[in-house]
């Protein structure tokens, strides 16, 4: 019982470290349409948020063992998941009222 929970909050965790990594990708893309220097802050954006991702990976890895990555890594992925299907919905509504007449 112990280890179930254990492997329910990594995943917990996994979602939060996903819902992070997304949001940061989500506001650079908004933000560089408008802003100063997108190639700069597209490259200092990818770098940010790949260290914080490959840091708690490693965290993870080497005070837990990989069972925990696995969590971690299927929390991070699920988010993914549900991320991409919310912005595909947003971007089709976005095209739909683009289309038609007022």
Not at 30 to 57: C, D, E, M, Q
Not at 70 to 84: E, K, T
């Amino acid at each position: 019982m112990h280890d179930l929970l254990i492997l329910i909050l990594m995943f917990a965790g996994g979602m939060i470290l996903g819902v992070v990594y997304f949001s940061g990708l989500w506001f650079t893309v908004r933000y560089i349409k408008n802003g100063a220097h997108p190639a700069f802050w597209l490259i200092a954006s990818l770098i940010l948020r790949l260290t914080l991702l490959l840091a708690v990976f490693y965290l993870i890895l080497s005070y837990g063992h990989w069972g925990h990555l696995l969590a971690v890594l299927a929390g991070f992925v699920a988010v993914r998941i549900l991320s991409v299907r919310n912005m595909r919905r947003q971007l089709s509504a976005s095209v739909d009222t683009k289309e038609k007449p007022l």
